[in-house]
């Protein structure tokens, strides 16, 4: 009983699938939820196939969720397709799939390369991994669902392809025959049917191995963009990736901000991290008394009287009945009621100012204050 409650409690619903496909499908959310983890990483790297094979899925989600659950009517019309065809049929959308999946992939190999020497090396010879890649973007589409099928054939047709680049000049024609070699390679050698049901992983383990699989790609993506990509200043000009982090980091502000942390960092190692988060809030103003005692123009040390007096001086110099000009009075207004809103804040904080000042005066001061 136990065993069968498992197997229940572990069924895949059509519902849930749909649901999955419409808020998440573009990355490929409903086929991880089926256990089709191969197409969920391919979907969430072509951004589900391009948003094509994405929305033609809608048809075909049903037949995946019987899938998942080895639904026993499908298991026989599988089995009876296998002993009518020795081998899969040709699926155009299969082979479509497999072309756009390893050119995509391909490019992403080649655009990653750096173009000239970084750090004094030369990465050129990095440009033998494209073969590899696009292989490997035919081989996953063709790994997907109940077919399968070896490395070994879609490799080694790319590999006596890639040497097309040196005659052809056009990189998208001898990339396609390329890419396509190894797809007809796959599909007229490798392709077998699935004759065992995959072995179903842990889903910790499932998770680690589609996150090591995204890093790798993101780091395509990380190398195309520093070395390929630029950046437009203010002016229209565009300057790469690569000089404008390293302008960045050689700059004023950030010299500064990089001097702000390191200063923080010594200062939490001899005060603590505590002392550190009180003075950010302080720093931060959050009762407003700094920016109070900027309008009335006096320091943190004014007494209660001395700020009064400022107060009643400013108000009188600054009251919008003394503007005769009307677009002025505006301006005017804003600025009285400016300074009435700091004198209220200081008046409403003057025994939290108390405090402070009597312990600024039975503390000695010393220059360990942190600047933020």
Known sequence: MALKGDSVASKKSVFWAYVFWLFGGLFGVHHFYLRRDRHAFVWWSTLGGFGVGWLGEVFRIPRYVRDANEDPKHMEELVAKMHRNKKPPFSMNRFTGMLMVGYSWGQMMMFAVPPDEFWGINFRYLNYLIPLVAALGVWTVGNIGSEQGKLKWPLLAAYAAYPIRYYIYDETVWFTLMVLAAAL?????????????????????????????????????????????????????????????????????????????????????????????????????????????????LGPEASQQEITSTWRRLSRENHPDKVKEFHLRRAAQEKFMEIQQAYEILSNSKHRRNRRNKKDNSEPRGNDKIEL
């Open 185 to 297: 390679a796959f599909d007229s050698f490798s392709k077998e049917w699935r004759r065992t049901p995959r072995k179903k992983q842990p889903f910790v383990r499932r998770v680690v191995v589609l996150g090591l699989c995204a890093c790798l790609y993101l780091s395509l993506w990380c190398g195309y963009l520093y070395f390929h990509g630029t950046i437009t200043d203010s002016e229209g000009d565009e300057v790469p990736v690569y000089e404008a982090l390293h302008h960045f980091f050689t700059s004023p502000w950030w010299l500064d901000v990089k001097q702000c942390l390191l200063d923080t960092y010594q200062y939490a190692q001899h005060h603590g991290w505590y002392e550190v988060w009180k003075q950010i809030i302080d720093l931060s103003d959050p009762h407003g008394e700094q920016n109070a005692y900027k309008v009335l123009g």
